[in-house]
């Protein structure tokens, strides 16, 4: 059995993502510990933090507060809820997280069945509990589970299939092109995109960018790919990589083929309305852009934002690492396309301005100052250290520590900024 924990700012945030995909029927409440019941075992967010609010309340000093959990057992492992109660509440109990309030919701909206664990870290006196040696003391607790509920092993960390990682570029270690080539010949197996642009904003988050070419070959027009690392400002770092250097699969032909193929199974995919759902939330209940960003990368969602020359928002891109897809928001809604993001966050800079003297939260105060731009650990996305291991699990890779450097505006959004100025100077050549 495999445990991401992630400490959180936002706690609604992490049961409106739950939430959302009990709504969907993806998703059940099965335990609830310490918690406010309803006659109806019906809840909403509001109901549940009922129970967390005096926790929150005399909270001296957490900045994050917020406590989500994920333990996923092996697909092989046939677990009721009964056992899944049985193991939230051991794992709990071991941990030290047993006299607190959480709530159990049981995942079924991937191949594997888990459960995810919302809770807070604060105790009833405002004190923070204790994370010393937190992931040693979870490993600890699974190999535990493992033995007690008669589970299969989780793998130890290992290298597979030829070293097929994923990792940002790091184009000062240099070796770019087999940096580039561990993540452009693989990518495409498992994140599901439709476009180009959302292909674009995928690479952008591991320091990649891709341009198109096109070409004449005898009386035919072929089109083909280049790949670039990319460093901290989105500018070029290395010179182009042919995409015929990497294989097939990372050719402009077969991402045609994947574009295909992924729009068709995007017009039917129920994690399309948690993530709606998600986004709409984070956007109503965010300070300022990156606010809204922390907000969703606490649910592992990374976001890319597209701005021109003048500053505008003009692209909003989602790659949601649960489903592993990648949508545009004007894919998601009408309502969740760039001029909306545009028009709210200028409305929130100019309140701001208005108060200049407004004290900040204290949740937030020491995270304002500086930008954040992870991805969430609770799918095997991201950790604070420089651990680039990557997790054996059921057939394929759980990814880790992919984005743990943080910037000010993502690699990706330059990167798109910097081809618009390319175009431009082109045209006015002619």
Known sequence: ?????????????????????????????????????????????????????????????????????????????????????????????????????????????????????????????????????????????????????????????????NQELFRPILY???????????????????????????????????????????????????QGLLYFAIDEKGERASPPFKSSLFGKAAGWQALHEHFELSKAELANLKSRNILKSTVEVALHSSKNQNDFKQQLIEQGINTVVRRNQQGRIYGITFVDHESRVVWNGSQLGKHLSANTFQEHWNIAAEQKSEKPNQPKAIFNSSNQSKPMLDIHPLFDFVNTTSDHEISAYSGFSLFSDLLNQPRGENAGEMAFENSIKRKKRKRDKK
């Open 172 to 222: 000062r270690s240099g070796n770019i092109k087999s940096q580039v080539a561990a993540v452009v010949r693989h990518l495409p197996k498992y994140y599901r995109f439709s476009t180009f642009g959302t292909y674009n904003a995928l690479l952008s988050l591991f320091n990649i960018t891709a341009e198109q070419v096109k070409g004449e070959a005898g009386s035919q027009t072929r």
């Open 1 to 161: 059995m495999i445990a991401k924990i992630s400490h959180g700012t936002h706690l609604p945030g992490a049961l409106h993502y739950n939430e959302a995909k009990v709504d969907e029927g993806n998703a059940s409440i099965i335990l609830l510990h310490k918690m406010q019941e309803t006659v109806n075992n019906k809840y909403t967010v509001a109901q549940l933090m009922r129970s967390f609010k005096p926790y929150l309340a005399a909270n001296k000093k957490t900045e994050k507060p917020a406590l989500h959990i994920s333990l996923n057992p092996d697909p092989k492992d046939q677990v009721s809820d009964m056992r899944f109660m049985q193991m939230a509440e051991q794992y709990m109990r071991e941990m030290g997280y047993g006299a607190q309030p959480y709530v159990v919701f049981k995942h079924q909206d991937i191949e594997r069945t888990h459960i995810h664990i919302v809770s807070t870290n604060v105790d009833r006196n405002g004190r923070k509990i204790s994370d010393q040696y937190e992931k040693k003391r979870s490993m600890d607790a699974c190999r535990t589970l493992e033995q007690h509920f008669g589970l299969q092993v989780a793998k130890s960390k290992t290298k597979q299939n």
